[in-house]
């Protein structure tokens, strides 16, 4: 298992359009992936799961990833999320 903290960048915060793009990025992975805020640990390849966290801008998220890719999954979570997923 892999994880890393990032902030969240998005003006508006893990709402639908970044969320798809990232549940759609994550789900190419057969690792688990993810996402830990303000302890709870949220489904990182569930759009609805994602924006049922509540995410907003300038949070602070702990992307964790475990299986046979974890890697690869981890490192394109963390480079999807500074890009600002599309925004």
């Known amino acids: 298992m892999v994880s ?3 902030t ?4 508006q915060g893990l709402h639908m359009r970044p969320a798809g793009v990232f549940a759609k990025g994550m789900a190419k992975f057969d690792s688990d992936v993810t996402i830990n805020f303000n302890g709870k640990a949220t489904n990182g390849k569930s759009l609805l799961n994602i924006i049922g966290a509540c ?3 300038g949070s602070e998220v702990e992307i964790q990833c475990d299986g046979a890719d974890e890697e690869e999954a981890l490192k394109t979570a963390i480079e999807m999320i500074e890009s ?3 925004e």
């Open 4 to 6: 890393q903290k990032v």
């Open 8 to 11: 969240i960048n998005n003006p």
């Open 55 to 57: 995410i907003k801008c």
């Open 84 to 86: 600002g997923l599309g």
